[in-house]
């Protein structure tokens, strides 16, 4: 998975589901602590003003695309086509996918 700059914040390059399975069931099963940011418009504006935002944001190990200005920009700014992502659709078909428990906080 690459990491793109939209503007100040972070955000992944999802141009397939099956390589963003790969990427989160690999964290699963690492055992690594991390925590999902939904990209869009909105969060990229208050990266650019709050400096805590920003670090909250780009400390994140899946920075997800979530709406249709982080889309865009991918398209405007680097040429590129990117997918909007239901990041707790995903996680539940790589929970099933796998047979992995899923607790749910919330």
Not at 21 to 36: A, C, D, F, P, R
Not at 48 to 58: A, C, P
Request: aromatic content about 8%; glycine content about 6%; proline content about 3%.
């Amino acid at each position: 998975m690459k990491i793109y700059k939209i503007f100040d914040a972070n955000c992944f390059l999802v141009d397939d589901l099956n390589t963003l399975k790969q990427y989160i069931l690999n964290l699963v099963e690492t055992k690594m602590g991390t925590y999902s940011v939904a990209i869009n418009a909105e969060k990229i504006v208050l990266c650019e003003k709050d400096e805590k935002i920003r670090e909250l944001i780009n400390g994140s190990k899946l920075p997800i695309p979530d709406g249709a200005g982080a889309v865009l920009s991918y398209k405007y700014l680097y040429g590129l086509k990117c997918l909007k992502v239901d990041l707790p659709k995903v996680v539940l078909e790589v929970a099933i996918e796998h047979r992995k428990s899923v607790y749910r906080l919330g």
